[in-house]
């Protein structure tokens, strides 16, 4: 099965069922094909297969459309990210050499280069979907960039459907399901559900744009089930959900993942919407799916802090990829929950490397894994638990302190929306913590580091606490600590 069958295999079963809700507008499985087949890039623009499709706009059924229709021609679709900068958007289009680009209509800033494509203005053409095989290429997502420049992640169309299946089942996906579309379709935090939820015939339910009130209805009157937010979302909704009362609602599962997210916020959130939580971990290069905190049936008879403690781990592997934490020299570190090496994965949905770079290809795909860079401790039932990014760690007098520790930490108060703790030089440690906090109200530097010292040993505390009012981040919403860093040194 290639993406375009999993969009026709549905047409096909349930044609007249709603597939997309998107504002006023209702698209049912045959129409959303036919307005794939309308895009007809491979017929209209003469595109040959493996040529780049770039696509620029928010959340909206075209955007879905795109996603089978360049699959459909056999060409690679480049989601760009709406939050970059023209330059930004610049060096990806150099890079990825797209022929065309979609993009909204109000969008005034378009680079130059590629056909120009205003979305969901497609017209009914002559277009006959092609085949593809499992390694075609299919998407070309450009990370984030916070060390660097971005990279172009290859998926094949292999590594999507491999995805949606083992989403579909490990998340008890149905077709009754309606799947909230929030978090951005250009990043595959969203985009993964593009596939899975076709897959079983569920309903797609499009925002296009993040707003606590306004998603807080959409998940009310639109009857969603379930959705992924990254945890700066979930605060904000949990909030308005506590102002304000959820009332009756059918949301069964909120995902997250992104950045680490506080016990408390977790709590307040099955407190307001009765639902099951779920921690995610992955990256663009693993279709994104690396682990899963799905609670297993024994965990329901642990008392509920212990039931909150598993929730808020990372998880479990997921099921199409095979998880190590392995040290430096590659060998497995013990299963007890306080060992920390560097996780690595392989499996069907593990990109198959970066585009036209060998080099950055070859650093992270050795000896038949993908190396994450990420480090974590593994328990004795194989769940992970993520304490740094490699390039995070910070040494400070000859010790290492991991900034998702201090973080959570921080965010235990209950005056912290979010945190950030990242390393400076230092003359006499070599590096010391600093951090930047963004309040949830009235609080004071020293009352957070006496907070920190009453948890944490002494090295581990931040020297310095930053008050701000916003974190800087990435187009994808990641925190950007190299920008935290060059702000702090540049003073």
């Given at each position: 099965m290639d993406i375009w069958q999993i969009l026709e295999q549905r047409a096909g079963?349930?044609?007249?069922?709603?597939?997309?809700?998107?504002?006023?507008?209702?698209?049912?499985?045959?129409?959303?094909?036919?307005?794939?087949?309308?895009?007809?890039?491979?017929?209209?623009?003469?595109?040959?297969?493996?040529?780049?499709?770039?696509?620029?706009?928010?959340?909206?059924?075209?955007?879905?459309?795109?996603?089978?229709?360049?699959?459909?021609?056999?060409?690679?679709?480049?989601?760009?990210?709406?939050?970059?900068?023209?330059?930004?958007?610049?060096?990806?289009?150099?890079?990825?050499r797209p022929r065309v680009l979609i993009h909204d209509a109000d969008r005034s800033d378009l680079p130059e280069g590629p056909a120009r494509c205003v979305a969901g203005s497609w017209n009914p053409g002559r277009f006959e979907p092609v085949s593809a095989c499992a390694d075609d290429a299919a998407q070309l997502y450009f990370t984030s960039g916070?060390?660097?420049?971005?990279?172009?992640?290859?998926?094949?169309?292999?590594?999507?459907?491999?995805?949606?299946?083992?989403?579909s089942s490990e998340l008890d996906l149905l077709d009754d399901d309606v799947w909230g579309h929030v978090a951005p379709l250009f990043h595959l935090a969203d985009a993964w559900a593009v596939f899975a939820i076709t897959l079983v015939g569920g309903r797609h339910v499009i925002a296009p744009r993040f707003d606590a009130r306004e998603i807080l209805d959409l998940l009310v009157e639109r009857g969603v089930t379930l959705t992924n937010l990254v945890p700066?979302?979930?605060?904000?909704?949990?909030?308005?959900?506590?102002?304000?009362?959820?009332?009756?609602?059918?949301?069964?599962?909120?995902?997250?993942?992104?950045?680490?997210?506080?016990?408390?916020?977790?709590?307040?959130?099955?407190?307001?919407?009765?639902?099951?939580?779920?921690?995610?971990?992955?990256?663009?290069?693993?279709?994104?799916?690396?682990?899963?905190?799905?609670?297993?049936?024994?965990?329901?008879?642990?008392?509920?802090?212990?039931?909150?403690?598993?929730?808020?781990?990372?998880?479990?592997?997921?099921?199409?990829?095979?998880?190590?934490?392995?040290?430096?020299?590659?060998r497995r570190v013990p299963a007890d929950g306080r060992s920390v090496g560097e996780i690595r994965a392989r499996g069907t949905t593990v990109s198959p490397g970066y585009w036209e770079d060998p080099e950055e290809t070859a650093r992270a795909f050795r000896d038949g894994?993908?190396?994450?860079?990420?480090?974590?401790?593994?328990?004795?039932?194989?769940?992970?638990?993520?304490?740094?990014?490699?390039?995070?760690?910070?040494?400070?007098?000859?010790?290492?302190?991991?900034?998702?520790?201090v973080e959570k930490v921080l965010m235990e108060h209950p005056?912290?929306?979010?945190?950030?703790?990242?390393?400076?030089?230092?003359?006499?440690w070599g590096e010391r913590v600093q951090a930047a906090v963004v309040p949830a109200g009235p609080v004071e530097a020293d009352e957070l580091l006496a907070h920190c010292r009453e948890r944490l040993a002494g090295y581990k505390c931040p020297r310095g606490i930053e008050l701000r009012d916003a974190l800087p981040r990435t187009g994808s919403g990641k925190l950007c600590k190299a920008a935290l860093r060059r702000e702090a040194e540049s003073r």
């Amino acid at each position: 099965m290639d993406i375009w069958q999993i969009l026709e295999q549905r047409a096909g079963l349930h044609p007249d069922r709603v597939a997309v809700e998107d504002g006023a507008l209702r698209l049912t499985w045959s129409e959303l094909r036919a307005r794939a087949r309308a895009l007809g890039l491979a017929a209209e623009l003469d595109l040959a297969r493996g040529e780049r499709v770039a696509y620029l706009g928010r959340n909206c059924a075209a955007f879905l459309e795109a996603y089978f229709a360049c699959a459909a021609a056999g060409t690679i679709l480049v989601p760009l990210n709406t939050r970059a900068t023209r330059s930004e958007l610049e060096a990806i289009l150099e890079r990825a050499r797209p022929r065309v680009l979609i993009h909204d209509a109000d969008r005034s800033d378009l680079p130059e280069g590629p056909a120009r494509c205003v979305a969901g203005s497609w017209n009914p053409g002559r277009f006959e979907p092609v085949s593809a095989c499992a390694d075609d290429a299919a998407q070309l997502y450009f990370t984030s960039g916070t060390t660097g420049r971005p990279k172009g992640v290859i998926l094949t169309h292999g590594n999507v459907v491999s995805h949606a299946l083992a989403a579909s089942s490990e998340l008890d996906l149905l077709d009754d399901d309606v799947w909230g579309h929030v978090a951005p379709l250009f990043h595959l935090a969203d985009a993964w559900a593009v596939f899975a939820i076709t897959l079983v015939g569920g309903r797609h339910v499009i925002a296009p744009r993040f707003d606590a009130r306004e998603i807080l209805d959409l998940l009310v009157e639109r009857g969603v089930t379930l959705t992924n937010l990254v945890p700066t979302m979930i605060v904000r909704l949990v909030a308005e959900a506590e102002a304000r009362g959820v009332g009756e609602h059918h949301l069964r599962l909120l995902l997250s993942g992104g950045a680490p997210i506080a016990p408390d916020t977790v709590r307040r959130l099955l407190a307001a919407f009765g639902c099951e939580y779920a921690q995610t971990y992955g990256l663009t290069e693993t279709s994104p799916f690396l682990t899963l905190g799905l609670l297993r049936p024994h965990h329901y008879q642990l008392g509920p802090e212990e039931r909150l403690a598993r929730r808020c781990k990372t998880g479990r592997p997921f099921e199409t990829v095979e998880l190590e934490v392995v040290d430096e020299e590659g060998r497995r570190v013990p299963a007890d929950g306080r060992s920390v090496g560097e996780i690595r994965a392989r499996g069907t949905t593990v990109s198959p490397g970066y585009w036209e770079d060998p080099e950055e290809t070859a650093r992270a795909f050795r000896d038949g894994w993908f190396h994450t860079g990420d480090l974590a401790t593994v328990d004795e039932e194989g769940y992970l638990d993520i304490v740094d990014r490699k390039k995070d760690m910070i040494l400070t007098g000859g010790e290492c302190v991991y900034s998702i520790e201090v973080e959570k930490v921080l965010m235990e108060h209950p005056a912290v929306l979010e945190a950030a703790v990242y390393a400076l030089p230092d003359p006499e440690w070599g590096e010391r913590v600093q951090a930047a906090v963004v309040p949830a109200g009235p609080v004071e530097a020293d009352e957070l580091l006496a907070h920190c010292r009453e948890r944490l040993a002494g090295y581990k505390c931040p020297r310095g606490i930053e008050l701000r009012d916003a974190l800087p981040r990435t187009g994808s919403g990641k925190l950007c600590k190299a920008a935290l860093r060059r702000e702090a040194e540049s003073r």
